[in-house]
């Protein structure tokens, strides 16, 4: 009789544990590291899920295209100096992530004479702006790309640059995402990532759209990716430079 009263006051104190804290049910599921973790009680900002320590950010949807293709960006967010800094070749093929209404890409694109840019994107509906654009600007270099919540869809060791945008901080799967990105990017290809400065609380930008230097080298570092600078020539966001080490570096370490 005294083993199972123990055992209904067990059992009564683990279900009182988890309902106060549902991560611990996921936790004691498993003895390997949690990539993810749920939250009921979060952000209004953000979707409840935890990466790294950070709640991953709501989706901008397609109805926010226009905010995208604003004509005060350019004096906000200096986008030009961007495409400046990144040091195309004429033949890099480059993954604009995140693409949205294409942007970056059609502003990238004239630079790649012999190259392209792979615009890719979750949502049908901002592929398609991008085609009506592509017509629009008769610029042919431009390819949509349909990707999943956890696969960019992107060729193995194909890409010499991927670029993100403000876009990272909302990527629903990071870990998996980037580890694609990492396998479609060719030896020494690089990413190239741009936020909202998350250190400083006086750019007006939702928090969980801004991001640290320190959190986004954290989650590069996870996925094998090695910081190579941070510029901050831009008024408000980090633009930070990461590099997939080639085999040559690998064995030197």
Known sequence: MLNFLHFIVTLVVILSCSLLNPTLIAQAASSSSIVYEQHIIHNPDGIGK??????????????GAGWLERPRREGEEQPSKVVNILNLKPNDLVADIGAGTGYLSFRIAPLLTAGKVLAVDVQPEML????????EK?????EPVLATLTDSNLPPESVDLALMVDAYHELEYPQEVMQGIVK?????????????????PFILIKGLH????????????????????????????????????????????
């Open 50 to 63: 935890y990466y790294m320590g950070r709640e991953i950010a709501k989706v901008m949807g397609y109805t």
């Open 128 to 135: 398609e702006i991008i085609e009506l654009f592509k017509k």
């Open 138 to 142: 008769n610029i042919t270099n431009v």
């Open 184 to 200: 479609a990017l060719k030896p020494g290809g690089r990413v190239v990532l741009v936020e909202y400065r998350g250190e400083n």
């Open 210 to 253: 801004k991001m640290t230097q320190k959190q986004v080298r954290k989650e590069m570092q996870a996925v094998g990716l090695v910081w190579r600078e941070t510029k901050n020539l831009l008024p408000q966001q980090h633009l930070m430079v990461f590099e997939k080490p080639d085999s040559s570096d690998l064995l030197t370490r």
